[in-house]
């Protein structure tokens, strides 16, 4: 948050309050992109969120500040927060410690218009992730996914090699058609392998950040 509270005041001089004083921040996940949920800040939660670099809202049932998982556990330690075009809305990008929503959710944003069950609103990556986690708890006849996972850990790491050396092979002498094809054959045997090994699927976005941040 250090590089975020050396231009704390600039950033709030920059924004559009409305008549209230409020601002409505979007609260996103910092390594999936996952929308947690939406809330409001005045001057002084956000003055609050910047120094202490946890999420402070303005609760407008309540009229009092609101520091964000100080009972539940569920904090949102702040790793950025943007200012759009306009001025009148932030994005806060924060690691959380646990759900969201006051029902347990992950995310306030877990129900779908279409109906659709959707339950933690995850990005498609780590959707696809529980995909292949369900069928290695829940084995499906004929599936080629199930089949590797009862292969083991040899047939994986096989397939892999094989994938990365036809990306090698798309890269040099093929179409991008076909080395995004061959990219996304690569990146589903990569995490079938972090699946069996029960690696969750933000864990290797963990260490790009740890390893690549501000680079």
């Given amino acids: 948050m250090s590089d975020t509270a050396t231009t704390g005041n600039d950033l709030i001089d920059a924004i559009k309050w409305d008549e209230k004083g409020l601002v409505p921040a979007i609260v996103q996940h910092d390594l999936t992109g996952q929308v947690l949920m939406m809330a409001y800040m005045n001057r002084e939660s956000l003055q609050q969120t910047l120094e202490i670099g946890e999420t402070v809202f303005w609760s407008r049932s309540r009229q009092e500040l609101w520091h964000k998982g100080a009972t539940s556990g569920n904090t949102q330690r702040v790793t950025a927060?943007?200012?759009?075009c306009d001025g009148d809305t932030l994005v806060v990008l924060v690691d959380p410690a646990g759900p969201a929503c006051h029902t347990n959710a992950y995310t306030c944003f877990y129900r779908r218009l279409d109906g659709d069950i959707d339950p933690e609103a995850k990005p498609?990556?780590?959707?696809?992730?529980?995909?292949?986690?369900?069928?290695?708890?829940?084995?499906?006849?004929?599936?080629?996914t199930t089949q590797l996972l009862r292969a083991g850990d040899a047939r994986i790491l096989q397939k892999l090699g094989?994938?990365?050396?036809e990306v090698i092979v798309a890269a040099q002498a093929e179409t991008e058609e076909r080395l995004l094809e061959e990219a996304a054959d690569l990146m589903y045997h990569l995490m079938l392998l972090m699946v069996r090994r029960d690696i969750p699927c933000d864990a290797v976005d963990r260490v790009l950040r740890s390893r690549y941040a501000g680079r």
Wanted: include cysteine.
């Fill in 81 to 84: 927060i943007h200012i759009d």
């Fill in 124 to 144: 498609f990556r780590c959707r696809l992730h529980d995909l292949l986690n369900d069928r290695k708890e829940n084995p499906k006849a004929g599936s080629y």
């Fill in 162 to 165: 094989e994938e990365a050396v």
